[in-house]
């Protein structure tokens, strides 16, 4: 028998509260006992947003949610920037591109955050730029980008909108959507609100609704004006993913439970005893300033492949992290804390790294980091 652990950044762990709410009988979405369970999970998804603005609720990944930010706001030939760090930057990129957007292309060494002086340049250069794209946590690479500055750096503009990624970032880290000037937020399910696949959350401010009556680009099912005429109504445009929602609306009452700032604290514990565990045991982080409290990037040794790291513990001791991607492949392992996770996911995933080193030849005294881990996590 081998006992699964899921610590890779997305799909993370469902609490069993939520399972449960969302095995329950299945019910329709246009029926009236529908309705007060979207209002609830609305009013939440406000509180964790931060936000009086509308957030609504798409049956999507969150990729989905990208995709809307960009064909709602915007038209083609739109001159934009895109700050690009990561696999998830560059799907920015791509989204951008696919709708016919010029894109200036800011690229951040991997491992590194975008410095902001340099998007403010930028600004200040370039009058027509309609809209800054960045992610809040860049998965692919452990790295958190400086929000708050950045949103101090767009809203001085009126007419460029500024578009967070906070797909892995959301629950993770505190994104004060409507103090800090944050114009399109998008969040996904499967991430810190510890749901299965299958919903992405945008909160949209009214500056960029205001941008959005001028947009002409194509949008069907996408089509944010008509989510937010039903979202008013405790509705979505088509079919509801009432299960999910369902869930979503547990789910955000156990965050609310704990509190938004707790959230926020248990993150940070959960990601500071992760970077000091793995030091402890001699290993490098690949993000190389301003750690993501949702994912650690690990580098591996001289000799070892991430990727069998990240296989072994997999298969022999039944831990899903996440191996590199793309240029980071091969040389790296990651770890998350997101979501519903607590101090023994991540005691048992410093002494599963220790155990797979080891087995693979590097010198490691088991519970070094372990030990560490430990220190740092207690009451």
């Known amino acids: 028998m081998l006992k699964r652990y899921l610590l890779a950044p997305g799909p993370t762990p469902v609490p069993s509260e939520v399972l449960l709410a969302m095995a329950m009988p299945i019910i329709h979405h246009r029926a009236p006992d529908f309705l007060p369970v979207l209002d609830s999970a609305k009013k939440g998804l406000q509180w964790l947003y931060q936000t009086k ?102 809203k001085k503009y009126e007419d460029t909108l500024f578009i967070v990624d906070a797909i892995s970032a959301l629950v993770a880290h505190d994104l004060r959507t409507d103090e800090w000037g944050i114009d399109i937020m998008i969040g996904g399910s499967q991430k810190g609100v510890m749901l299965p696949p299958g919903l992405a959350f945008v909160s949209v401010s009214e500056k960029a609704w205001k941008k959005a009556e001028i947009s002409k680009l194509p949008k069907f099912y996408f089509n944010f004006k008509k989510e937010r005429e039903n979202l008013a109504k405790n509705q979505t445009n088509f079919t509801s993913p009432v299960s999910l929602i369902v869930g979503l609306n547990e789910s955000l009452k156990i965050l609310q439970a704990e509190g938004l700032e707790n959230v926020f604290k248990r993150h940070e514990r959960l990601a500071n005893a992760t970077r000091k565990a793995v030091h402890a045991i001699g ?60 101090r023994f996911d991540i005691i048992a995933a ?24 430990q220190e740092l996590l207690m009451d």
Not at 288 to 306: L, R
Not at 351 to 368: C, H, N, Q, R, S
């Open 53 to 154: 603005n509308d957030v609504l609720i798409l049956c999507s990944t969150g990729t989905g949610g990208m995709v809307g930010s960009v064909n709602n706001f915007f038209n083609r030939g739109d001159r934009v920037l895109v700050i690009n760090g990561g696999k998830f930057g560059e799907r920015w990129v791509k989204i951008c591109k696919a709708y016919g957007m010029e894109v200036d292309e800011v690229i951040v060494e991997w491992g590194y955050a975008v410095k902001p002086e340099i998007i403010e340049e930028k600004l200040k250069k370039d009058g027509s730029i309609k809209g800054v794209f960045v992610q809040a946590s860049e998965t692919s690479t452990g790295v958190y980008h400086d929000i708050k500055t950045l949103a101090s750096v767009v």
């Open 350 to 373: 410093v002494a599963g790294i220790e155990m797979v080193l080891k087995g693979m030849g590097y010198p490691v005294k088991l519970g070094t980091g372990v030990a560490v881990a």
């Open 283 to 342: 290993l490098e982080l690949y993000s190389k300033e301003s750690p993501s409290n949702a994912v650690t990037a690990i580098m591996t040794p001289p000799g070892i492949d991430g990727q069998a790291v990240y296989k072994n513990l997999r298969e022999k001791y039944g831990i899903t992290a996440a191996g590199g991607q793309d240029k980071a492949r091969g040389r790296i392992f990651r770890i998350a804390h997101l979501g519903y996770s607590d």
